[in-house]
């Protein structure tokens, strides 16, 4: 799962658990247009439009309920955006995620310890330092 789909899936899951708990946002979220997919793209562009790069996780959450509540009428922040999401949840990977990470990092390693092994074995030259003397006519030799 990549940080955008963790991040759609944190945002929906909170979603879920204030519905359930919010009988005025569950209506809300049935409004028709509205999804979490656009509710995601609606808070990346909000926080484009900001500026900053960190977010507490009540701003992020409260931006997704200001989308079902409000009819967004600029159509510009429901556009897609491009980059990287971090989210600060714990992400499960697959099995086979998990057994590619971790043959890559063997592959890392071992090349890590082959690097280290030429440079002992083949230690760089030290570089010879040329002292000039003074000659008894001034001049250096």
Known sequence: MNGSEAFEATIGEYLKVRANTDEKFAEEMKKEG??????????LNMVKKSGCCGFDDDEIFSLAVHYYDEDITDKALLKEIRGSVVVNHKVELKEEDKESIEEQAKKDYYQECMRKQRE????????KVEVQTPDLFGGLS
């Not at 509205?34 to 808070?43: D, T």
């Not at 002992?120 to 570089?127: F, I, S």
């Open 34 to 43: 509205k999804s979490v997919h656009e509710c995601c793209n609606y808070i």
């Open 120 to 127: 002992a074995n083949h230690p760089k030259p030290k570089k």
